[in-house]
């Protein structure tokens, strides 16, 4: 067997059949995305509608369409209410099949829109991925046993490709010193500034304080970090992949504490895709109800 | 889903990747949702962050010096109570090129109108940078200062600090 083959085999497991549960709980997940997708739409939006004045920074399509016409005209709330339609008719499996790839660029655009002031936030990455994943699925995979499988498994190999290409963006960028502890004391001076500007105080947490006093203490934690996000892979493999799961959700309420960066929808979607819930939903529903086989 | 299909979906993300690899890497590793992260890939290097501070009973020669995180006299304007993301606030002081006029007047109307009444509030650049082998300094600036009608500009900083590139 190939290690492509092996590899396809951790992902979608072709031996194992669909369960009443996998359906269940996928279409509970596709609920999760939706649910997400219409929240940052609108947020991004009225944000965009009522507080963006000028381009800072054009991230992504901005590079090459003007953005700004979004500022104004109540477009970014329109774009929104498209996203809305658009992704609840696609959770229901209404229209055409590659809507959900228009669902894709569409939020891009709100995102791009939205951010394009000089933040580059982080946070909603995984939805943004997962609504990918959904689009690559209804295009090539649409067929009602098939579509589950490759999204759930295309969703697990690109968390898994972020995390360890992140490590070696830092290898690559700063070099082996890059878990230096000086640097956790900038980021949290960093970060430190942009709650005083937001709250008008600021008071270090026990992490915090333990960071700060020594460079030895600052060093671990960012040396634990470094090496979750480098064995962010394994998640590949299914056997280890609640492992490794709860390693990323650690290293995330590290980041949380240390630098006050919150990934809460990135953390909920990472316990929902890395633990085996059909297992669980398996031993409560044994049919699977027909208004969700529908919706497959 | 059978072998077949395994494979298949396999090729599929396959030619993802390229996508993804394509995009992040002609976009200086961002291009929503696919990312590599670049935010911590350069560590130690220097930054520079945005605060507000009201400055209204302070003397006015006191104000235009810059100071010391620690030495800090008056209060910081908290912008989540007027609505205002921190962190574009901050990006908006720290990446803007050129203080046009229309730049300076969006800075009032960021926090809203009539917010600031007949109070002074110091818009300032926060810098923090790694120094000698174990600490690292946190400087405030002042850049410009707001009333509900105007905004001035240091005086003791360059005229470079605020118009480098082509207006």
Known sequence: MSWTEKLSYQLFEPDRKQTPGEVVFF??????????????????????????VEIVLPLG????IDVSIFFDYHLALINAGFITILSIASFFRLGFKWQYMVVMVLLHIQYVARFSQGEIPHSQNLIGMAVFCFAIGALFFPDKKKMPRFVMGSIIFFIGLGYTSAFFAKLIGTGINWYDGRHLWLWIGEKSIDILSREGFYDPNLLQELALKSTAMASIILLIGWMTELIGFTIWWKKIRPYTTLLLIGMHFGITMTMNIRFDAFVLQLILVGFPWYLLFDQYIKTTPKFIKKWI | MNLSSAKRG?????????VYAILVASHEGEF?????????????????????????????????????????AAGVVPVRSYSVDQ???????????????????????????????????????????MIGADSVSIRIVPFIKLTSDSTLLNPNLPESDYFRGEQ
Request: hydrophobic letters at 45%; glycine letters at 4%; aromatic letters at 18%.
């Open chain 1, 27 to 52: 279409k509970l997940f596709e609920l999760f995305v939706l649910f997400y997708v219409i929240k940052f739409a609108w947020e991004w939006g009225i944000y965009t509608q009522y507080r963006n």
């Open chain 1, 61 to 64: 399509m901005a590079n090459y």
């Open chain 2, 10 to 18: 396999l090729k599929v993300i396959g030619i993802s990747l390229l």
């Open chain 2, 32 to 72: 929503w949702p696919f990312s590599i992260y670049p935010m911590f890939s350069q560590a130690g290097n220097p930054w520079t962050r945005a605060i507000v501070i009201d400055v209204t009973d302070l003397n006015e020669e006191e104000i235009w010096h810059s100071y010391s995180l620690e030495d800090r």
């Open chain 2, 87 to 129: 962190i574009d606030f901050s990006n908006f002081v720290s990446k803007t090129q050129n203080w046009t006029d229309s730049r300076r007047a969006a800075l009032i109307t960021m926090f809203g109108p009539n917010q600031l009444e007949d109070r002074q509030w110091m818009v300032s650049k926060v810098k923090g940078e």
